[in-house]
Protein backbone atom coordinates (compact mmCIF):
# COMPACT_ATOMS: atom_id res chain seq x y z
CA UNK A 1 0.00 0.00 0.00
CA UNK A 2 1.08 3.94 -0.64
CA UNK A 3 1.85 5.70 2.48
CA UNK A 4 2.37 8.92 3.23
CA UNK A 5 3.91 10.77 6.19
CA UNK A 6 2.72 13.06 8.77
CA UNK A 7 2.96 16.54 8.27
CA UNK A 8 6.51 17.25 9.93
CA UNK A 9 6.12 20.89 9.88
CA UNK A 10 3.09 20.49 12.62
CA UNK A 11 5.59 22.94 14.71
CA UNK A 12 8.58 21.12 17.19
CA UNK A 13 6.73 20.23 20.28
CA UNK A 14 9.80 20.36 22.14
CA UNK A 15 9.52 24.63 22.03
CA UNK A 16 6.37 24.35 23.94
CA UNK A 17 6.46 21.56 26.01
CA UNK A 18 7.07 17.88 26.19
CA UNK A 19 5.88 15.76 23.63
CA UNK A 20 2.48 13.66 24.46
CA UNK A 21 2.25 10.22 23.38
CA UNK A 22 -1.28 8.69 24.48
CA UNK A 23 -1.48 4.36 24.98
CA UNK A 24 -4.46 3.13 23.90
CA UNK A 25 -6.47 -0.31 23.67
CA UNK A 26 -8.46 -2.81 24.70
CA UNK A 27 -8.74 -3.78 27.93
CA UNK A 28 -5.93 -7.18 28.97
CA UNK A 29 -3.74 -6.00 25.69
CA UNK A 30 -1.12 -5.49 27.98
CA UNK A 31 -0.98 -1.64 27.47
CA UNK A 32 -0.29 -0.61 30.88
CA UNK A 33 2.84 -3.51 30.51
CA UNK A 34 4.07 -0.72 27.98
CA UNK A 35 3.62 1.79 29.90
CA UNK A 36 5.18 0.65 32.81
CA UNK A 37 8.37 -0.56 30.47
CA UNK A 38 8.60 2.84 29.01
CA UNK A 39 8.39 5.19 32.16
CA UNK A 40 9.61 2.95 34.82
CA UNK A 41 6.57 3.33 36.65
CA UNK A 42 4.98 0.66 38.13
CA UNK A 43 0.72 1.66 37.42
CA UNK A 44 -1.65 -1.44 38.17
CA UNK A 45 -2.18 -4.10 35.69
CA UNK A 46 -4.22 -6.87 35.85
CA UNK A 47 -6.19 -9.59 33.84
CA UNK A 48 -9.43 -8.19 33.97
CA UNK A 49 -11.09 -5.02 32.42
CA UNK A 50 -11.26 -1.60 34.78
CA UNK A 51 -7.81 -1.82 36.21
CA UNK A 52 -7.20 1.49 34.52
CA UNK A 53 -10.04 3.75 35.37
CA UNK A 54 -8.20 7.22 35.17
CA UNK A 55 -5.05 8.64 32.92
CA UNK A 56 -1.52 7.39 34.25
CA UNK A 57 0.81 9.76 33.20
CA UNK A 58 4.66 8.89 32.91
CA UNK A 59 7.70 10.11 31.22
CA UNK A 60 9.80 8.25 28.40
CA UNK A 61 13.23 9.52 28.28
CA UNK A 62 15.82 8.16 25.22
CA UNK A 63 19.08 10.37 24.82
CA UNK A 64 17.70 13.42 25.25
CA UNK A 65 14.79 13.31 23.95
CA UNK A 66 11.68 13.18 26.68
CA UNK A 67 7.73 12.51 25.79
CA UNK A 68 4.98 12.33 28.28
CA UNK A 69 3.12 9.42 27.78
CA UNK A 70 -0.01 8.38 29.11
CA UNK A 71 -2.15 5.52 29.56
CA UNK A 72 -5.83 5.73 28.89
CA UNK A 73 -8.79 3.65 30.28
CA UNK A 74 -8.70 0.43 28.24
CA UNK A 75 -11.72 0.06 25.56
CA UNK A 76 -12.92 -1.94 22.89
CA UNK A 77 -14.79 1.05 20.77
CA UNK A 78 -14.26 4.47 20.41
CA UNK A 79 -18.54 4.48 21.39
CA UNK A 80 -18.14 5.05 24.61
CA UNK A 81 -21.00 3.47 27.21
CA UNK A 82 -19.15 4.17 30.11
CA UNK A 83 -17.51 7.43 32.20
CA UNK A 84 -14.24 5.30 31.35
CA UNK A 85 -14.35 5.08 27.94
CA UNK A 86 -15.20 8.42 27.51
CA UNK A 87 -12.24 9.80 28.97
CA UNK A 88 -10.47 7.95 26.09
CA UNK A 89 -12.58 9.55 23.46
CA UNK A 90 -12.47 13.06 24.88
CA UNK A 91 -8.47 12.66 25.05
CA UNK A 92 -8.28 11.86 21.71
CA UNK A 93 -10.33 14.10 20.34
CA UNK A 94 -9.38 16.80 22.15
CA UNK A 95 -12.21 17.66 24.54
CA UNK A 96 -11.09 17.03 27.83
CA UNK A 97 -10.83 20.29 29.81
CA UNK A 98 -7.04 21.83 30.25
CA UNK A 99 -5.74 19.45 27.79
CA UNK A 100 -4.95 19.38 24.23
CA UNK A 101 -4.88 16.30 21.44
CA UNK A 102 -1.99 14.07 22.54
CA UNK A 103 0.53 14.58 19.43
CA UNK A 104 0.61 11.07 18.33
CA UNK A 105 -0.32 7.63 19.52
CA UNK A 106 0.56 4.44 20.38
CA UNK A 107 -2.29 1.97 19.69
CA UNK A 108 -1.75 -1.32 21.69
CA UNK A 109 -3.02 -4.67 20.05
CA UNK A 110 -2.97 -8.22 21.35
CA UNK A 111 -1.57 -10.47 18.57
CA UNK A 112 -3.28 -13.94 19.97
CA UNK A 113 -7.27 -11.60 19.70
CA UNK A 114 -5.90 -9.39 16.06
CA UNK A 115 -8.92 -9.86 14.54
CA UNK A 116 -11.47 -8.68 17.36
CA UNK A 117 -8.74 -5.79 17.34
CA UNK A 118 -9.06 -4.47 14.01
CA UNK A 119 -12.37 -2.65 14.43
CA UNK A 120 -11.24 -0.15 17.08
CA UNK A 121 -8.02 0.14 15.29
CA UNK A 122 -9.69 1.31 12.08
CA UNK A 123 -11.46 3.94 14.34
CA UNK A 124 -8.18 5.12 16.13
CA UNK A 125 -6.76 5.56 12.91
CA UNK A 126 -9.25 7.43 11.31
CA UNK A 127 -8.70 10.11 14.32
CA UNK A 128 -5.87 11.08 11.93
CA UNK A 129 -2.72 11.69 14.17
CA UNK A 130 0.42 10.09 14.00
CA UNK A 131 0.13 6.55 15.45
CA UNK A 132 2.54 3.43 15.61
CA UNK A 133 0.44 0.12 16.48
CA UNK A 134 2.11 -1.83 19.55
CA UNK A 135 1.65 -5.59 19.13
CA UNK A 136 2.20 -7.29 22.23
CA UNK A 137 1.95 -11.55 23.24
CA UNK A 138 3.43 -12.24 20.15
CA UNK A 139 5.50 -15.04 22.42
CA UNK A 140 1.74 -16.23 23.08
CA UNK A 141 1.16 -16.50 20.08
CA UNK A 142 4.38 -18.24 18.06
CA UNK A 143 3.91 -20.61 21.61
CA UNK A 144 0.51 -21.55 20.23
CA UNK A 145 0.87 -22.45 16.85
CA UNK A 146 -0.14 -18.65 15.64
CA UNK A 147 1.29 -16.62 13.28
CA UNK A 148 2.09 -12.55 12.00
CA UNK A 149 4.20 -11.28 9.59
CA UNK A 150 5.00 -7.96 11.20
CA UNK A 151 6.46 -6.36 8.66
CA UNK A 152 3.54 -7.22 6.23
CA UNK A 153 1.39 -6.29 9.06
CA UNK A 154 2.63 -2.50 8.73
CA UNK A 155 2.65 -2.32 5.44
CA UNK A 156 -1.14 -3.38 5.41
CA UNK A 157 -1.92 -0.60 7.78
CA UNK A 158 0.71 1.95 6.49
CA UNK A 159 1.72 2.76 10.26
CA UNK A 160 4.74 1.70 12.00
CA UNK A 161 3.87 -1.22 13.82
CA UNK A 162 6.11 -2.94 16.50
CA UNK A 163 6.42 -6.38 18.35
CA UNK A 164 6.26 -5.84 22.31
CA UNK A 165 6.20 -8.52 25.02
CA UNK A 166 5.88 -5.65 28.08
CA UNK A 167 5.73 -7.85 30.92
CA UNK A 168 9.51 -9.19 29.83
CA UNK A 169 10.62 -6.34 28.47
CA UNK A 170 11.13 -7.28 25.25
CA UNK A 171 10.95 -4.40 22.42
CA UNK A 172 10.77 -1.41 24.99
CA UNK A 173 14.08 -0.58 23.73
CA UNK A 174 13.27 -0.26 19.97
CA UNK A 175 9.82 1.22 21.07
CA UNK A 176 11.42 4.19 22.70
CA UNK A 177 13.93 4.66 20.07
CA UNK A 178 10.68 4.71 17.59
CA UNK A 179 9.16 7.38 20.03
CA UNK A 180 12.05 9.63 18.81
CA UNK A 181 10.71 9.70 15.26
CA UNK A 182 6.44 10.26 15.92
CA UNK A 183 6.80 13.39 13.57
CA UNK A 184 7.83 11.30 10.49
CA UNK A 185 5.76 8.49 11.30
CA UNK A 186 3.74 7.17 7.84
CA UNK A 187 0.13 7.54 7.64
CA UNK A 188 -2.07 5.28 5.87
CA UNK A 189 -2.66 6.50 1.89
CA UNK A 190 -6.58 6.31 2.81
CA UNK A 191 -7.73 5.99 5.74
CA UNK A 192 -9.58 2.83 7.09
CA UNK A 193 -13.46 2.73 6.63
CA UNK A 194 -15.74 3.26 9.13
CA UNK A 195 -18.56 1.35 7.90
CA UNK A 196 -18.86 -1.60 9.52
CA UNK A 197 -19.30 -3.47 7.07
CA UNK A 198 -16.88 -2.13 4.86
CA UNK A 199 -14.49 -2.43 8.32
CA UNK A 200 -15.16 -6.51 8.28
CA UNK A 201 -14.07 -6.40 4.65
CA UNK A 202 -10.69 -4.13 5.36
CA UNK A 203 -10.00 -6.05 8.70
CA UNK A 204 -9.90 -9.13 6.25
CA UNK A 205 -7.85 -8.15 3.63
CA UNK A 206 -5.42 -6.71 6.26
CA UNK A 207 -5.04 -10.01 8.15
CA UNK A 208 -4.62 -12.00 4.64
CA UNK A 209 -1.57 -9.70 3.53
CA UNK A 210 0.19 -9.71 6.94
CA UNK A 211 -0.15 -13.86 6.62
CA UNK A 212 -2.28 -13.92 10.17
CA UNK A 213 -3.18 -17.28 11.56
CA UNK A 214 -5.01 -17.40 14.98
CA UNK A 215 -3.49 -18.86 17.71
CA UNK A 216 -4.90 -22.33 18.40
CA UNK A 217 -6.79 -22.79 21.61
CA UNK A 218 -4.88 -22.76 24.53
CA UNK A 219 -5.11 -26.57 25.70
CA UNK A 220 -4.39 -25.85 29.69
CA UNK A 221 -7.13 -22.99 29.49
CA UNK A 222 -9.60 -25.26 27.67
CA UNK A 223 -9.25 -28.36 30.34
CA UNK A 224 -8.90 -25.94 33.55
CA UNK A 225 -11.80 -23.84 32.25
CA UNK A 226 -13.81 -26.97 31.92
CA UNK A 227 -13.82 -27.03 36.08
CA UNK A 228 -13.39 -23.66 36.82
CA UNK A 229 -16.02 -22.15 35.04
CA UNK A 230 -18.84 -25.14 35.53
CA UNK A 231 -21.44 -23.52 37.60
CA UNK A 232 -21.43 -25.83 40.37
CA UNK A 233 -18.17 -26.96 40.55
CA UNK A 234 -16.66 -23.74 39.54
CA UNK A 235 -18.22 -22.25 42.40
CA UNK A 236 -17.27 -25.48 45.20
CA UNK A 237 -13.45 -24.42 44.22
CA UNK A 238 -13.70 -20.67 44.10
CA UNK A 239 -14.73 -21.32 48.04
CA UNK A 240 -12.16 -23.49 48.44
CA UNK A 241 -9.63 -20.90 47.20
CA UNK A 242 -10.66 -18.53 48.96
CA UNK A 243 -10.78 -20.92 52.28
CA UNK A 244 -7.66 -21.97 51.42
CA UNK A 245 -6.46 -18.20 50.80
CA UNK A 246 -7.56 -16.91 54.23
CA UNK A 247 -5.79 -20.10 56.54
CA UNK A 248 -2.97 -19.47 54.75
CA UNK A 249 -2.72 -15.80 55.80
CA UNK A 250 -3.28 -16.48 59.18
CA UNK A 251 -1.05 -19.61 59.10
CA UNK A 252 2.62 -18.18 57.22
CA UNK A 253 2.25 -14.77 58.46
CA UNK A 254 1.61 -15.97 62.17
CA UNK A 255 5.70 -16.21 62.74
CA UNK A 256 6.91 -13.49 60.84
CA UNK A 257 3.93 -11.40 62.90
CA UNK A 258 6.30 -12.54 66.21
CA UNK A 259 9.39 -11.30 65.28
CA UNK A 260 7.87 -8.16 64.28
CA UNK A 261 5.81 -7.67 67.98
CA UNK A 262 9.17 -8.67 69.41
CA UNK A 263 11.02 -5.92 67.78
CA UNK A 264 8.72 -3.28 68.57
CA UNK A 265 8.51 -4.45 72.13
CA UNK A 266 12.40 -4.16 72.50
CA UNK A 267 12.19 -0.83 70.96
CA UNK A 268 9.47 0.24 73.55
CA UNK A 269 11.50 -1.38 76.32
CA UNK A 270 14.91 0.59 74.89
CA UNK A 271 13.08 4.13 74.85
CA UNK A 272 11.61 3.58 78.04
CA UNK A 273 15.12 2.59 79.85
CA UNK A 274 17.48 5.20 78.10
CA UNK A 275 15.07 8.13 77.82
CA UNK A 276 14.59 9.94 81.64
CA UNK A 277 11.48 12.22 80.71
CA UNK A 278 8.71 10.15 81.83
CA UNK A 279 6.55 12.27 79.47
CA UNK A 280 9.14 11.82 76.74
CA UNK A 281 9.90 8.34 77.19
CA UNK A 282 6.00 7.87 77.19
CA UNK A 283 5.20 9.76 73.25
CA UNK A 284 8.19 7.91 71.75
CA UNK A 285 7.76 4.43 73.56
CA UNK A 286 4.20 4.14 73.77
CA UNK A 287 2.31 6.91 71.18
CA UNK A 288 4.91 6.22 68.38
CA UNK A 289 6.76 2.92 68.84
CA UNK A 290 3.91 1.39 70.51
CA UNK A 291 1.02 2.62 68.80
CA UNK A 292 2.45 2.79 65.43
CA UNK A 293 3.86 -0.76 66.17
CA UNK A 294 1.15 -2.32 67.30
CA UNK A 295 -0.35 -1.36 63.23
CA UNK A 296 2.70 -2.31 61.77
CA UNK A 297 2.96 -6.09 62.95
CA UNK A 298 0.20 -7.02 60.97
CA UNK A 299 2.11 -5.62 58.04
CA UNK A 300 2.89 -9.20 57.44
CA UNK A 301 -0.69 -10.34 57.11
CA UNK A 302 -1.27 -7.23 54.65
CA UNK A 303 1.86 -8.14 52.24
CA UNK A 304 0.69 -11.55 51.85
CA UNK A 305 -2.85 -10.72 51.55
CA UNK A 306 -2.11 -8.25 48.46
CA UNK A 307 0.61 -11.19 47.30
CA UNK A 308 -1.82 -14.03 47.18
CA UNK A 309 -3.92 -11.68 45.24
CA UNK A 310 -1.63 -10.53 42.73
CA UNK A 311 -0.84 -14.35 42.08
CA UNK A 312 -4.35 -14.68 41.56
CA UNK A 313 -5.04 -12.01 39.26
CA UNK A 314 -1.99 -12.41 37.51
CA UNK A 315 -2.60 -16.41 36.89
CA UNK A 316 -5.62 -15.13 35.44
CA UNK A 317 -7.88 -16.64 38.11
CA UNK A 318 -9.93 -13.45 39.13
CA UNK A 319 -11.46 -12.89 35.85
CA UNK A 320 -12.66 -16.51 35.91
CA UNK A 321 -14.28 -15.56 39.50
CA UNK A 322 -15.66 -12.04 38.09
CA UNK A 323 -17.42 -14.23 35.27
CA UNK A 324 -18.66 -17.18 37.55
CA UNK A 325 -19.84 -14.30 39.97
CA UNK A 326 -21.69 -12.66 36.67
CA UNK A 327 -24.32 -15.27 37.33
CA UNK A 328 -24.67 -14.01 40.85
CA UNK A 329 -24.22 -10.43 40.12
CA UNK A 330 -27.27 -10.78 37.78
CA UNK A 331 -30.05 -11.61 40.63
CA UNK A 332 -29.21 -8.46 42.16
CA UNK A 333 -29.90 -6.79 39.09
CA UNK A 334 -26.28 -5.90 38.46
CA UNK A 335 -23.46 -7.56 36.24
CA UNK A 336 -19.80 -9.04 36.19
CA UNK A 337 -18.17 -5.32 35.66
CA UNK A 338 -19.70 -4.83 38.97
CA UNK A 339 -18.16 -7.60 40.29
CA UNK A 340 -15.31 -6.10 39.00
CA UNK A 341 -15.06 -2.79 41.34
CA UNK A 342 -16.20 -4.80 44.32
CA UNK A 343 -13.14 -6.77 43.75
CA UNK A 344 -10.86 -3.98 43.65
CA UNK A 345 -12.54 -2.98 46.73
CA UNK A 346 -10.83 -5.81 48.44
CA UNK A 347 -7.01 -3.47 48.87
CA UNK A 348 -9.47 -0.50 49.41
CA UNK A 349 -13.13 0.66 48.85
CA UNK A 350 -11.58 3.97 47.17
CA UNK A 351 -10.15 2.37 44.22
CA UNK A 352 -13.71 0.27 43.85
CA UNK A 353 -15.61 3.43 43.68
CA UNK A 354 -13.08 4.50 41.26
CA UNK A 355 -13.87 1.57 39.29
CA UNK A 356 -17.58 1.89 38.85
CA UNK A 357 -16.49 4.52 35.69
CA UNK A 358 -16.59 1.10 33.70
CA UNK A 359 -20.36 0.66 34.23
CA UNK A 360 -22.61 1.78 31.52
CA UNK A 361 -25.46 2.55 33.31
CA UNK A 362 -25.56 5.56 36.12
CA UNK A 363 -28.09 3.15 38.55
CA UNK A 364 -25.25 0.57 38.25
CA UNK A 365 -22.46 2.80 39.42
CA UNK A 366 -24.53 4.34 42.15
CA UNK A 367 -25.80 1.32 43.36
CA UNK A 368 -22.22 -0.44 43.39
CA UNK A 369 -20.29 2.90 45.08
CA UNK A 370 -23.10 2.81 47.96
CA UNK A 371 -21.86 -1.13 48.33
CA UNK A 372 -18.46 -0.89 47.78
CA UNK A 373 -17.36 0.10 51.56
CA UNK A 374 -18.90 -3.25 52.18
CA UNK A 375 -15.73 -5.31 50.93
CA UNK A 376 -13.34 -5.80 53.65
CA UNK A 377 -10.50 -4.08 52.61
CA UNK A 378 -6.90 -4.40 53.86
CA UNK A 379 -7.79 -1.85 56.77
CA UNK A 380 -9.47 -4.00 58.20
CA UNK A 381 -7.57 -7.01 58.29
CA UNK A 382 -5.24 -5.72 61.56
CA UNK A 383 -8.45 -5.68 63.15
CA UNK A 384 -9.81 -9.06 62.27
CA UNK A 385 -6.79 -10.63 63.10
CA UNK A 386 -6.59 -9.08 66.36
CA UNK A 387 -10.23 -9.80 67.70
CA UNK A 388 -9.59 -13.32 65.75
CA UNK A 389 -7.00 -14.23 67.92
CA UNK A 390 -8.82 -13.15 71.10
CA UNK A 391 -11.98 -15.13 70.08
CA UNK A 392 -10.65 -18.59 68.40
CA UNK A 393 -7.51 -21.13 70.06
CA UNK A 394 -5.21 -20.82 67.44
CA UNK A 395 -4.91 -24.63 67.43
CA UNK A 396 -8.74 -25.14 66.98
CA UNK A 397 -9.43 -26.73 63.44
CA UNK A 398 -12.48 -27.34 61.56
CA UNK A 399 -11.48 -30.38 59.67
CA UNK A 400 -7.78 -29.37 57.67
CA UNK A 401 -8.70 -25.78 57.95
CA UNK A 402 -7.56 -24.37 60.79
CA UNK A 403 -10.76 -21.86 62.75
CA UNK A 404 -9.05 -18.50 62.87
CA UNK A 405 -8.56 -19.06 59.14
CA UNK A 406 -11.91 -19.57 59.35
CA UNK A 407 -13.57 -16.98 61.22
CA UNK A 408 -11.49 -14.72 58.36
CA UNK A 409 -12.93 -16.04 55.17
CA UNK A 410 -16.54 -16.09 57.15
CA UNK A 411 -16.11 -12.25 57.80
CA UNK A 412 -14.76 -11.74 54.01
CA UNK A 413 -17.83 -13.36 53.22
CA UNK A 414 -20.26 -11.47 54.85
CA UNK A 415 -19.30 -8.43 53.28
CA UNK A 416 -19.72 -9.83 50.29
CA UNK A 417 -22.85 -11.07 50.68
CA UNK A 418 -23.96 -7.40 52.43
CA UNK A 419 -22.66 -5.64 49.57
CA UNK A 420 -24.25 -7.23 46.91
CA UNK A 421 -27.42 -7.26 48.57
CA UNK A 422 -26.89 -3.29 49.49
CA UNK A 423 -25.99 -2.71 45.69
CA UNK A 424 -29.59 -4.33 44.91
CA UNK A 425 -31.33 -2.55 47.24
CA UNK A 426 -30.18 0.81 45.86
CA UNK A 427 -30.52 -0.68 42.55
CA UNK A 428 -34.28 -1.38 43.10
CA UNK A 429 -34.83 1.81 44.30
CA UNK A 430 -33.74 3.62 41.99
CA UNK A 431 -34.52 1.73 38.50
CA UNK A 432 -36.87 -0.75 39.49
CA UNK A 433 -37.95 -1.48 35.85
CA UNK A 434 -33.82 -1.68 34.61
CA UNK A 435 -32.35 -4.82 33.17
CA UNK A 436 -28.83 -5.69 33.63
CA UNK A 437 -26.77 -4.69 30.39
CA UNK A 438 -25.09 -7.76 28.82
CA UNK A 439 -21.44 -8.10 30.13
CA UNK A 440 -19.16 -9.66 27.68
CA UNK A 441 -15.78 -10.34 29.43
CA UNK A 442 -12.66 -11.37 27.62
CA UNK A 443 -10.96 -15.01 29.37
CA UNK A 444 -7.17 -14.95 29.32
CA UNK A 445 -5.20 -17.57 28.74
CA UNK A 446 -3.85 -19.22 32.41
CA UNK A 447 -0.28 -17.15 31.97
CA UNK A 448 2.59 -17.49 34.61
CA UNK A 449 2.92 -14.37 36.56
CA UNK A 450 6.39 -12.40 35.87
CA UNK A 451 7.55 -12.37 39.35
CA UNK A 452 8.38 -8.22 38.91
CA UNK A 453 4.72 -7.41 38.09
CA UNK A 454 3.16 -9.31 40.84
CA UNK A 455 5.91 -7.87 43.62
CA UNK A 456 5.42 -4.47 41.80
CA UNK A 457 1.62 -5.05 42.92
CA UNK A 458 2.19 -6.26 46.00
CA UNK A 459 4.31 -3.45 46.89
CA UNK A 460 1.99 -0.56 45.25
CA UNK A 461 -0.66 -1.97 48.07
CA UNK A 462 1.76 -2.61 51.12
CA UNK A 463 3.32 1.05 50.39
CA UNK A 464 -0.01 2.47 50.40
CA UNK A 465 -0.54 0.80 54.00
CA UNK A 466 2.67 2.06 55.43
CA UNK A 467 2.12 5.30 54.17
CA UNK A 468 -1.00 5.46 56.05
CA UNK A 469 1.02 4.11 59.04
CA UNK A 470 3.19 6.75 58.63
CA UNK A 471 0.71 9.87 58.88
CA UNK A 472 -2.87 9.13 59.64
CA UNK A 473 -1.82 6.83 62.37
CA UNK A 474 0.66 8.63 63.78
CA UNK A 475 -1.17 11.38 64.47
CA UNK A 476 -3.84 9.77 65.82
CA UNK A 477 -1.54 7.61 67.65
CA UNK A 478 0.04 10.89 69.42
CA UNK A 479 -3.54 12.60 69.83
CA UNK A 480 -4.68 9.55 71.17
CA UNK A 481 -1.60 9.06 73.91
CA UNK A 482 -2.61 12.72 74.71
CA UNK A 483 -5.86 11.69 75.66
CA UNK A 484 -5.01 9.10 77.72
CA UNK A 485 -2.56 10.82 79.55
CA UNK A 486 -4.39 13.85 80.47
CA UNK A 487 -5.49 15.58 82.20
CA UNK A 488 -2.23 15.10 85.07
CA UNK A 489 -2.59 13.91 88.95
CA UNK A 490 -1.20 15.48 91.41
CA UNK A 491 0.44 12.91 93.88
CA UNK A 492 -1.91 14.23 96.54
CA UNK A 493 -4.81 13.07 94.56
CA UNK A 494 -3.61 9.47 94.00
CA UNK A 495 -2.83 9.00 96.92
CA UNK A 496 -6.31 10.65 98.56
CA UNK A 497 -7.87 8.00 95.45
CA UNK A 498 -5.99 5.21 97.07
CA UNK A 499 -2.64 4.89 94.62
CA UNK A 500 -0.03 3.61 95.44
CA UNK A 501 2.44 6.55 93.68
CA UNK A 502 5.64 4.65 93.81
CA UNK A 503 3.86 1.56 91.55
CA UNK A 504 4.18 3.28 88.13
CA UNK A 505 1.99 0.99 86.74
CA UNK A 506 -1.08 1.73 88.92
CA UNK A 507 -0.23 5.12 88.38
CA UNK A 508 -0.40 4.98 84.71
CA UNK A 509 -3.60 2.74 84.77
CA UNK A 510 -5.45 4.98 87.24
CA UNK A 511 -4.51 8.36 85.04
CA UNK A 512 -6.01 6.37 81.81
CA UNK A 513 -9.35 5.20 83.74
CA UNK A 514 -9.78 8.72 84.32
CA UNK A 515 -8.25 10.97 81.15
CA UNK A 516 -10.44 12.79 78.93
CA UNK A 517 -10.29 9.78 76.62
CA UNK A 518 -12.58 7.63 79.20
CA UNK A 519 -14.81 10.72 79.44
CA UNK A 520 -15.24 10.29 75.90
CA UNK A 521 -15.80 6.80 75.63
CA UNK A 522 -18.45 7.06 78.73
CA UNK A 523 -20.26 9.91 77.11
CA UNK A 524 -20.98 7.71 74.14
CA UNK A 525 -21.77 4.39 76.56
CA UNK A 526 -25.52 4.55 75.98
CA UNK A 527 -24.75 4.47 72.50
CA UNK A 528 -22.63 1.33 72.71
CA UNK A 529 -23.66 -0.43 75.94
CA UNK A 530 -26.64 -2.58 74.20
CA UNK A 531 -23.36 -3.97 72.40
CA UNK A 532 -20.93 -5.21 75.87
CA UNK A 533 -18.60 -2.46 74.26
CA UNK A 534 -17.05 -0.40 77.60
CA UNK A 535 -15.18 3.10 77.60
CA UNK A 536 -11.95 1.67 76.16
CA UNK A 537 -13.68 -0.04 73.07
CA UNK A 538 -15.96 3.14 72.40
CA UNK A 539 -12.59 4.87 72.63
CA UNK A 540 -11.07 2.58 70.13
CA UNK A 541 -14.02 2.43 67.62
CA UNK A 542 -14.58 6.58 67.78
CA UNK A 543 -10.73 6.95 66.78
CA UNK A 544 -11.35 4.29 64.43
CA UNK A 545 -13.91 6.63 62.46
CA UNK A 546 -10.70 8.51 60.45
CA UNK A 547 -8.86 4.86 60.04
CA UNK A 548 -10.05 1.52 61.18
CA UNK A 549 -6.32 0.60 61.94
CA UNK A 550 -5.92 2.96 64.89
CA UNK A 551 -8.43 1.03 66.62
CA UNK A 552 -5.86 -1.42 67.13
CA UNK A 553 -3.39 1.29 68.18
CA UNK A 554 -5.57 2.00 70.83
CA UNK A 555 -6.22 -1.08 72.29
CA UNK A 556 -2.25 -1.47 72.92
CA UNK A 557 -1.84 1.67 73.77
CA UNK A 558 -4.91 1.10 76.77
CA UNK A 559 -3.21 -2.35 77.34
CA UNK A 560 0.29 -1.22 77.69
CA UNK A 561 -1.03 1.62 80.35
CA UNK A 562 -2.34 -1.38 82.11
CA UNK A 563 0.66 -3.93 81.66
CA UNK A 564 3.22 -2.58 79.84
CA UNK A 565 5.04 -5.83 80.39
CA UNK A 566 2.17 -8.00 78.54
CA UNK A 567 0.30 -6.17 76.52
CA UNK A 568 -1.91 -8.92 75.43
CA UNK A 569 -2.56 -10.58 78.28
CA UNK A 570 -3.99 -7.37 79.81
CA UNK A 571 -6.02 -7.38 76.68
CA UNK A 572 -7.83 -10.84 77.72
CA UNK A 573 -7.47 -10.13 80.61
CA UNK A 574 -9.33 -6.58 80.62
CA UNK A 575 -12.02 -6.43 83.04
CA UNK A 576 -14.83 -3.52 83.56
CA UNK A 577 -13.56 -1.16 86.59
CA UNK A 578 -16.94 -0.07 87.34
CA UNK A 579 -20.71 -0.11 87.14
CA UNK A 580 -23.41 -3.27 87.17
CA UNK A 581 -20.39 -5.57 85.54
CA UNK A 582 -17.60 -4.72 87.61
CA UNK A 583 -15.07 -7.13 87.25
CA UNK A 584 -16.28 -9.00 84.72
CA UNK A 585 -14.12 -9.63 81.40
CA UNK A 586 -14.56 -6.95 78.88
CA UNK A 587 -13.88 -9.23 75.63
CA UNK A 588 -16.42 -12.22 76.07
CA UNK A 589 -17.12 -14.25 72.94
CA UNK A 590 -20.57 -12.23 72.36
CA UNK A 591 -18.53 -9.00 72.99
CA UNK A 592 -15.92 -9.78 70.43
CA UNK A 593 -18.45 -10.91 67.97
CA UNK A 594 -20.54 -7.81 67.98
CA UNK A 595 -17.50 -6.12 67.37
CA UNK A 596 -16.56 -8.14 64.34
CA UNK A 597 -19.82 -7.58 63.05
CA UNK A 598 -19.75 -3.63 63.71
CA UNK A 599 -16.03 -3.46 62.03
CA UNK A 600 -17.37 -5.60 59.05
CA UNK A 601 -20.29 -2.58 58.03
CA UNK A 602 -19.54 0.61 59.55
CA UNK A 603 -17.86 3.44 57.24
CA UNK A 604 -14.64 4.18 59.31
CA UNK A 605 -12.80 5.88 56.54
CA UNK A 606 -12.93 9.55 55.76
CA UNK A 607 -11.16 9.36 52.39
CA UNK A 608 -13.86 6.96 51.37
CA UNK A 609 -16.39 9.65 52.24
CA UNK A 610 -14.33 12.58 50.13
CA UNK A 611 -14.15 10.09 47.33
CA UNK A 612 -17.99 9.34 47.20
CA UNK A 613 -18.53 13.03 46.95
CA UNK A 614 -16.18 13.28 44.25
CA UNK A 615 -17.78 10.49 42.07
CA UNK A 616 -20.91 11.57 43.27
CA UNK A 617 -20.80 15.41 43.08
CA UNK A 618 -22.99 15.58 45.90
CA UNK A 619 -22.47 15.76 49.89
CA UNK A 620 -26.20 13.88 49.76
CA UNK A 621 -25.18 10.34 48.68
CA UNK A 622 -21.86 10.21 51.23
CA UNK A 623 -24.00 11.06 53.65
CA UNK A 624 -26.39 8.65 53.01
CA UNK A 625 -23.93 5.92 52.57
CA UNK A 626 -22.20 7.34 56.20
CA UNK A 627 -25.65 6.72 58.20
CA UNK A 628 -27.23 4.09 56.43
CA UNK A 629 -23.85 1.70 56.74
CA UNK A 630 -23.57 3.54 60.57
CA UNK A 631 -26.74 2.20 61.50
CA UNK A 632 -26.74 -1.18 60.15
CA UNK A 633 -23.40 -1.39 61.77
CA UNK A 634 -24.75 -1.24 65.04
CA UNK A 635 -28.04 -3.50 64.48
CA UNK A 636 -25.93 -6.26 63.08
CA UNK A 637 -23.59 -5.75 66.00
CA UNK A 638 -26.02 -6.39 68.11
CA UNK A 639 -27.73 -9.29 66.86
CA UNK A 640 -24.64 -10.82 66.75
CA UNK A 641 -23.93 -10.24 70.08
CA UNK A 642 -27.61 -11.42 71.15
CA UNK A 643 -27.08 -14.70 68.83
CA UNK A 644 -23.70 -15.47 70.04
CA UNK A 645 -25.13 -15.31 73.60
CA UNK A 646 -27.99 -17.37 73.19
CA UNK A 647 -25.60 -20.09 71.35
CA UNK A 648 -23.58 -20.19 75.03
CA UNK A 649 -20.84 -17.48 73.77
Not at 52 to 59: A, H
Not at 193 to 212: I, K, M, N
Request: hydrophobic share 50%; with cysteine.
Amino acid sequence: MNSRCHDASDGDATLTGVPRIALVGAPNSGKTSVFNGLTGLRAKTGNYPGVTVSRFVGTARTGHHRHTIEDLPGTYSLEPISPDEQITVDVLDGRLEGADRPDALLVVVDATTLRRSLGFLAQVLARGLPACVVVTFTDELARRQGRLDVDAFAQALGVPVLPVVGHRGLGIAQLREQLTTWRTWQAPAVAPPTDSGEQDAWAESVLAFADYRPPERHRVTRRVDAVLLHPLWGTVVFFAVMALFFQTVFTLAAPMQGWVETLFAWLSDQVHTHVGNPWLSGLLGDALIGGVGGVLVFVPQIVLLFLLLALLEGVGYLARAAFLMDRVMARFGLEGRAFVALLSSFACAIPGIMATRTLPSARDRLATMMAAPLMTCSARLPVYVLLIGLLVDPAATLGPFGAQGLVMFGLYLLGAVSAMLAAWVFKKLGDRHGQPVPFFMELPPYRLPAPRAVLAAMWSSAHAFLRKCSTVIVATSVALWLLLNLPLHADAQLRAAGVDTTDSVAVSAYTVDHSYAAGLGRLVAPVFDPLGFDWRINVGVLSAQGARETFVATLGQVAAAEDPEAPDQALQAMTYPDGPRAGEPVFTAPTIAGLLVYFVYALQCMATVAVLRRETGTWRWPLIAFTYLTVLAWLMAYLARTVTALLGG
